[in-house]
Nanobody, 121 residues
Framework: QVQLVESGGGLVQAGGSLRLSCAAS????????MGWFRQAPGKEREFVAA??????STYYADSGRFTISRDNAKNTVYLQMNSLKPEDTAVYYC????????????????WGQGTQVTVNS
């Protein structure tokens, strides 16, 4: 089992920044590729970013505003979000996947409880 706990969400004005963190426990963190997903009210969960087990490779739904990173010594994955827009408002989830870095939610084995990000215009 892997336990994931997200933090860092909150209320921010459009154009602002937030950094989300996801702390992992239970298994060897570096054995897992990690992903960030989000779900807005009334919408399906969507992929945001993923990072390989070593952190050497990353993959984004859209380039430019968000950056995923990880610190395997701290068992933590991060999502730096810049130039936030109202349409970024959602619950953000981190997820762990032992096999590959992927954008498909069904490939992830473990999920956190989510952290709310609200962007005001």
């Amino acid at each position: 089992q892997v336990q994931l706990v997200e933090s860092g969400g909150g209320l921010v004005q459009a154009g602002g920044s937030l950094r989300l963190s996801c702390a992992a426990s239970g298994r060897t963190f570096s054995d897992y590729a990690m992903g960030w997903f989000r779900q807005a009210p009334g919408k399906e969960r969507e992929f945001v970013a993923a990072i390989s087990r070593s952190g050497g490779s990353t993959y984004y739904a859209d380039s430019g505003r968000f950056t995923i990173s990880r610190d395997n010594a701290k068992n933590t994955v991060y999502l730096q979000m810049n130039s936030l827009k109202p349409e970024d408002t959602a619950v953000y989830y981190c997820a762990a996947n032992r096999v590959i870095m992927t954008s498909r939610a069904r490939d992830y084995d473990y999920w956190g409880q989510g952290t709310q990000v609200t962007v005001n215009s």
